[in-house]
């Protein structure tokens, strides 16, 4: 009775561990598509052909809200597209493969193709290439989303003010305190920025993901704020005389100076970089929350790359002074007067940058 009942055991253990690992296809369709039901019956011949092979789920998107959001961030994630098309299915666990989107009739022709048989779906219909926007694997960002992202990235990366903060500190620590204190105190400032605009991010993305999924409206209403960010940029590299600079304040900076002596220690680096990251976020706010839309839909281990490029572009003036510092610390205080020369065209960089980022963005929906 027991080798019974350890063998039932044993098979069920099996027949589970069988089916966590099987090739599992998603179709997607809906009863109102004549695309989906030109496609039903040869569908239907493949299920039933390769049941026990394959692992099949059917999910109508008409007359289930939840199937028609869970297929729009599929084309989110998959292909950078804020709009679903039906019919559509999703292959995943295709033994080492990668996951892979078909959308169209054409596209889900390739199935058995992409399962590794040497056949087509639908016999007769003339198969076509199946290029490289057809199967995007998952996480990985379509060209569409990278370029906005990476641009949001860079506009990030001109704001003054962390730089500001930076060049004062290090500046007096290398005067006062000595060179090993000033790259003491850089590293742990980089580190700290880094570190507290990669948590926000994290927060920032769970945030977005749980409220809005991938709604394409937020999307849309996000780049027409970079847009107006972006002019706003423009202006002010255009006339600074009538616009304010997007900088610190200069009650802070006059702080900043008073105090710097105080910022030079490992605790006063990770402080300053702390204020300083919630300070610049209402400046950086923007370009941050238009990339973190972009990876909402995004696997938590694939946001956390992509944010983790996105901050090193971010800090990388920071890096730029730190490499400086290294080589040639008579400079570290001259870059002071570099950025008050050029802090105009920093914003126009900035403006520009985010008005390609804006254009982008809405060039989806138009």
């Not at 107006?228 to 802070?252: C, G, N, Q, W």
Request: with cysteine; proline share 4%.
């Amino acid at each position: 009775m027991k080798t019974i009942i350890f063998t039932i055991t044993l098979l069920l253990t099996l027949n589970i561990f069988s089916l966590a690992k099987a090739v599992t296809i998603t179709y997607y369709y809906s009863e109102r598509c004549e695309h989906c039901q030109f496609l039903a019956p040869y569908w239907q011949q493949f299920a039933s052909e390769n049941e026990g092979k394959y692992q099949f789920m059917k999910k109508q998107t008409d007359s289930d809200a939840n199937n028609k959001t869970e297929l729009l961030n599929l084309y989110m994630q998959y292909r950078g597209l804020a709009h679903s098309n039906i019919p559509a299915v999703l292959v995943t666990n295709n033994e080492g493969r990668e996951d892979v989107l078909l959308s169209g009739v054409e596209e889900i022709n390739h199935l058995p193709a992409i399962l590794g048989e040497n056949t087509m779906l639908i016999p007769g219909m003339q198969p076509r290439e199946v290029t490289a926007a057809i199967i995007t694997s998952n996480g990985k960002m379509p060209s569409s989303l990278l370029y906005p992202f990476t641009l949001a990235a860079l506009a990030d990366a001109s704001n003054p003010c962390a730089l500001f903060v930076f060049i004062v500190a290090t500046s007096y620590a290398s005067i006062y305190c000595g060179r090993r204190t000033a790259v003491m105190y850089a590293v742990t400032f980089c580190a700290t920025m880094f570190t507290v605009y990669l948590v926000a991010g994290l927060a920032g993305k769970r945030i977005i993901s749980m409220i809005f999924g991938a709604s394409p409206w937020v999307t849309l209403l996000l780049s027409l704020g970079i847009l107006v960010l972006a002019l706003f940029h423009i202006r002010t590299a255009m006339f600074p005389d009538k616009t304010k600079y997007s900088e610190l304040p200069h009650r802070v900076k006059e702080l900043i100076i008073k105090y710097a002596g105080k910022m030079v220690s490992f605790g006063g680096a990770i402080a300053s970089g702390v204020l300083c990251a919630l300070v610049e976020m209402p400046c950086t706010g923007g370009p941050y929350i238009f990339a973190l839309n972009i990876i909402a839909t995004m696997p938590f281990k694939k946001a956390v790359m992509w944010l983790i490029y996105y901050n090193f572009i971010f800090i990388s003036p920071l890096l730029v002074c730190l490499i400086i510092l290294l080589a040639a610390p008579h400079y570290i205080q001259k870059l002071d007067a570099w950025r008050i020369a050029y802090r105009r065209w920093m914003h126009l960089a900035m403006g520009v940058l985010l008005l390609l980022a804006a254009a982008m963005g809405m060039g989806k929906y138009i």
